[in-house]
């Protein structure tokens, strides 16, 4: 057990998306409640807050001691950031305690505004190694959200190395991507996750294609949906290895969901710090936070990686808790082996492997045994379970049929006494010294202990001389003491009175309620923050671009496979950006570029974890031309270790939406940067026009990668292994794509730390707006290929250049590509 840390080091933070389910939060024992506003968020579908509440919710949470964190966890396009700055000003206003950011743009502008402002990197942030965490550090942020992949290994070699405060997600839903890395709603619905609009597309079923071939999976059709992360047996080794915040995830689940889970973790921690360093939960506690919100529960990937108990495949939705197996079916009845508890007024579902189908279910209204009524609740055993006549249709369920029970109106309402009440959630101390002296005024000093302020109150008048009975400490803590209905209470109690001294009971009650008036205004005043002398000007940064003549404009390729490189090297390209699947096939691709005389650069992984760091050296040592940089720890990496001659280009993944971004990526020694494929035409041109264009690079044809996920479909659905130690690696021999509900077949890739990107089956084009985007100086155009055959790799090019150079349009590119495509093209987010 450490003995470094206290009680009170350990924050519990809760997440909130209405006044009730805060207040759960706040009576259920968590430190911390982050939450958002109407604009601004992850959570668009939240009925969030409104920025005008921001002094009532600070002062609601201060009351108690609670800090209060905004969820600004969205990229900020190029027209936002004046509305952005709008809501910093607020919510350094308002006292908010800190700002949860992905957009590093809005980091930068934060820092213009506020040098000591609190600014939490979010986990869309992607913050997976030391070297993601130490990128940030210039930026004085106060603490970073590590991303839902890392294990308890890397959270404590991150925490030792990066010396920073860390939050973990210990709580909630899974994404099956790595946050700030999913483009799916994007692409498909114009709908980013990096907005806050996800739409779920790991949700919904999949078919499994191998080699061409469907593969007959069974009931297995969620492939890409994961269980529920639940990490309650693991507080102790997240303290031990560095976790400071334990964060819930649930901004859109309900009141009673908040209450449960922030009671079960409050009870967790407090138990380390009793002792208990092998907590294991009451069997009770599984099931009432399984009742409240469950997909089924998993460790996620804090215990390592194991793709098979990540995801189940059978259901994408909430489930709650296990009964058991239809073992009969009566004319009246449903004949069940309980294995869990099950009273009357529950409500059940019963579970026959298609979740796409309407399911039967209703509430429990009788529990019989051998046609005979019980009366209360059952555990384990064999049952007649009655329900509703208009519930369900008895002829729809079968014998094996899962049961679940998917409600428990009694631990709802047991949940929400806990906040649906008028006396305060919680109280705290009080010290108060009193002196006083016949004919003196009576001098009282209350002092608030947790928050470490004091008042002194005087009486009115000076102390008489009592002639019955005086004041004594039993009398002062008597009248000093009826505190009841504040959040105070009188704890210590300090007496120095000279003479028998009296005061009229009236004055000491003015005494005692203004010394808790006073004392509450401390508790509740907004922390001050330092702003800038001179109001900054969000745009006094921008850059004008100079257009640029297309026959001027470099020509990109992003190759990856050999053959593809050797057909781009026979064309006009200026560069050759290699993206394999396996580091150790890059010395092919940089002899093919040097044999074709191009110039190469190579791609790192998208993702950047403890230890990876060889990956990065490797790549060096094939002596490149340049690096795409997909991540803040490689960028860091290569700022620190860069030789000499070596270009370095930030990808799409970095998620630069806004001018701010780009130039804090330029100061840390990008020559060029890719903007977020989260910006359609408009956006990016909004971005280009307030932008050094020069600098960037825009990707006009592509295959949208979508998903990017640790969990790996050909571990988990073609070998017998958890991992990359034993899985045989499949991906080696086989092809695997994800055919959706209307046919298209998405190819997954996995790259050589055996994440798997799943790319849109169709190919993306901008070609009809590179005369904006030349217009706007852009003089970086690159195409990437995925499964291509290297004439079709030729014959995409010369089209680009001749679309570049003038000789053809835009609109006959597309044309072109859209009749010699089997799947046609799309404009995918591009579409203004």
Not at 54 to 74: A, C, D
Not at 411 to 435: A, C, G, H, Q, S
Not at 477 to 495: I, S
Request: proline residues 4%.
């Amino acid at each position: 057990m450490r003995t470094d840390i206290k009680r009170e080091d350990i924050e519990l933070l809760a997440p909130a998306g209405t006044w009730e389910a805060m207040r759960a939060a706040v009576a259920n024992g968590a430190n911390a409640v982050y939450f958002g506003v109407e604009k601004f968020n992850a959570r668009a579908r939240a009925n969030n807050f409104l920025m005008e509440e921001l002094p009532q919710i600070m002062e609601f949470l201060h009351t108690y001691g609670v800090k209060g964190f905004l969820t600004f966890n969205i990229l900020v396009f190029e027209n936002e950031l004046e509305d952005a700055k709008e809501l910093i000003d607020a919510c350094i206003n308002a006292g908010v305690d800190a700002v949860i950011v992905q957009d590093l743009g809005l980091v930068k502008m934060i820092r213009e505004i506020s040098p000591d402002f609190p600014i939490h990197g979010s986990t869309q942030m992607t913050i997976t190694s030391p070297e993601a965490a130490e990128f940030t550090k210039p930026y004085d942020m106060e603490r970073v959200v590590l991303g839902r992949e890392n294990n308890l290994k890397q959270i404590k070699k991150i925490a030792d190395s990066a010396k920073l405060p860390l939050e973990v997600f210990v709580h909630g839903a899974l994404c099956v991507s790595y946050s700030g890395q999913c483009l799916t709603s994007e692409m498909w619905g114009g709908r980013s996750a990096n907005r806050g609009e996800c739409a779920q597309a790991c949700r919904l079923p999949y078919d499994m294609m191998v080699d061409g071939e469907h593969k007959d999976m069974g009931n297995i059709a969620y492939v890409l949906s994961p269980k529920d992360l639940n990490a309650l047996e693991l507080v102790p080794e997240l303290i031990e290895a560095g976790v400071t915040s334990f964060k819930i995830e649930g901004r859109l689940k309900s009141p009673e969901y908040v209450a449960n889970v922030v009671s079960k973790y409050r009870k967790a921690i407090d138990a380390y710090f009793l002792g208990v360093t092998d907590y294991q939960p009451d069997l009770i506690d599984i099931q009432e936070l399984e009742q409240s919100f469950s997909r089924g529960f998993t460790y996620g990937f804090l215990k390592g990686t194991n793709n098979k108990q990540l995801v189940d495949g059978t259901f994408p939705k909430k489930r709650g808790v296990f009964l058991g197996h239809v073992k009969k079916v009566y004319r009246d009845a449903i004949l069940i082996d309980l294995q869990a508890p099950l009273k009357r007024g529950d409500g059940i579902v019963f579970d026959f492997g298609d979740p796409t189908q309407d399911e039967e279910g209703g509430r429990v209204y009788d529990i019989r045994i051998k046609g005979q009524k019980i009366e209360g609740g059952v555990n384990e055993g064999l049952y007649e379970i009655v329900m509703g006549r208009n519930d369900v249709n008895l002829h729809n369920i079968n014998v094996g049929d899962k049961v679940w029970r998917t409600s428990d109106m009694e631990l709802d309402r047991r949940l929400r006494r806990t906040f649906e009440t008028e006396k305060p959630y919680r109280t705290f101390p009080v010290n108060l010294e009193v002196y006083g002296a016949v004919g003196q005024p009576l001098v009282t000093v209350w002092t608030d202990v947790k928050k470490g302020t004091s008042v002194t109150i005087n009486s009115e008048n000076p102390a008489e001389e009592a002639l019955k009975r005086p004041l004594d400490e039993e009398v002062l803590r008597e009248q000093f003491g009826r505190l009841g209905g504040t959040v105070y209470e009188l704890d210590e109690l300090h007496v120095e009175l000279t003479g028998n001294v009296i005061v009229p009971k009236s004055e000491m009650n003015r005494i005692r309620r203004e010394a808790v008036e006073q004392l509450f205004a401390l508790r509740i005043a907004p922390p001050k923050y330092t702003r800038v002398e001179q109001e900054p000007d969000v745009y006094e940064d921008t850059a004008v671009p100079e257009p640029v003549d297309g026959a001027d404009a470099r020509l990109i390729a992003l190759c990856r496979s050999l053959e593809q490189i050797e057909a781009a090297g026979q064309t006009d390209v200026d560069y050759i950006y290699a993206d394999f699947e396996f580091v150790k096939d890059y010395p092919q691709a940089v002899e093919a570029a040097r044999k074709a005389g191009k110039k190469i650069a190579l791609a790192t992984p998208r993702i950047h974890m403890p230890g990876e760091n060889g990956i990065l050296r490797q790549m060096l040592k094939h002596q490149p031309d340049g690096i795409l940089i997909r991540n803040t720890g490689a960028a860091y990496f290569f700022e620190q270790e860069r030789p000499a001659g070596i270009e370095l280009i930030g990808d799409f993944s970095l998620n630069i939406a806004n001018h701010k971004a780009v130039n804090l990526f330029l100061e840390r020694g990008m020559d060029r940067v890719t903007a977020s494929y989260d910006l359609n035409t408009e956006q990016m041109i909004d971005l280009l026009s307030q932008s050094k264009s020069e600098h960037m690079e825009v990707v006009i044809h592509q295959h949208m990668p979508m998903f990017h996920t640790e969990h790996c479909v050909y571990c988990t659905f073609l070998s017998e292994g958890t991992d990359f130690t034993n899985c045989g690696r499949p991906c080696e021999e086989q092809r695997v794509s994800l055919k959706d509900r209307v046919g298209m077949e998405h190819p997954v890739r996995v790259d050589t730390g055996c994440r798997n990107t799943v790319y849109n089956a169709v190919d993306q084009s901008g070609a009809e707006y590179l005369g904006e985007f030349l217009g706007n100086g852009v003089r970086h155009y690159r195409v990437e290929f995925l499964e291509e055959e290297g004439k079709r790799v030729k014959e995409v090019l010369k089209l680009y250049r001749q679309a570049l150079a003038g000789e053809v349009t835009g609109t006959h590119v597309w044309r072109t590509l859209n009749a010699t495509n089997q799947l046609g093209v799309t404009r995918g987010q591009l579409t203004k």
